[in-house]
């Protein structure tokens, strides 16, 4: 786990993380003046695959994170994740904070498409795009 | 953990997993008669996301570990996933005994394209395709 010190100003660590969130975390979030928001995981010996660098499925269930929190907190409602289409760009090793951001690409009543980026000091590790299907009603303004 | 009870018949833990593969696991595996293999993880509490069922990122990175297997038994040389496509059908459960399965659809000196399928029970969970950068030279026989 990371020190405290080496956790850069304004990130924190989510709130209420659910049961695999705890397992692959502690997952940080950073909220910018727009509202938009930065995540971000220290990369530890847990992430890594026999190659010694970041597992895949650590990279794309942190996308998806993210992309669906971009859908939540868009639509106000629970998405569940039926398409991402993950690009390995380079790989992230042990020691690495790897920050993550996304972004709604349309919305409608019922699907929500968003995209996001993971990476290193800048550098891209991945790129991702998710459809996330609305669960229940749209609330009545819409 | 599940108990051994529940471990269907032919299956066994995978040795030597990775740091990740741990942390999500354990994975068993059963290899068929014609040298094809079934992988198989049973669902737990830490696999959930807060809609308390599997994880996204769970399903992405158990078909990568597949894929990923196939192509480095396909290939004889280690390879990099460079791009994932998941396909989320249906929700699995704590308790669920996941299983997944895979094939070589192509494969070039330099990349092995596969697709896998999850299912419990026969019910399809999540299907995926992968494509694999083999790492190394070919051997010389190729």
């Known amino acids: 786990m990371a020190n405290s010190s080496e956790i850069p100003d304004g990130f924190m660590p989510i709130e209420k993380p659910s049961s695999f969130g705890q397992l ?21 010996d847990k992430h890594t695959n026999l190659g010694g660098v970041v597992h895949g499925g650590v990279l794309m269930a942190f996308v998806d994170v993210i992309m669906g929190t971009i859908s939540y907190r868009h639509a106000c409602r629970p998405g569940a994740s039926i398409r991402i289409v993950s690009d390995f760009v380079a790989p992230a090793r042990i020691g690495d904070w790897l920050e993550g951001r996304g972004e709604v690409v349309k919305a409608t009543k019922s699907v929500v498409f968003a995209r996001g980026r993971l990476n290193v000091g800048g550098r891209t590790i991945l790129t991702a795009s998710g459809n996330y299907k609305l669960q229940g009603r749209p609330h009545s303004g819409d």
Chains 1, 2 share one sequence.
Do not use: M, N, W
């Open 24 to 44: 692959i975390g502690p997952v940080y979030e950073r909220v910018d003046e727009d509202g938009s928001f930065t995540r971000a995981l220290q990369v530890e």
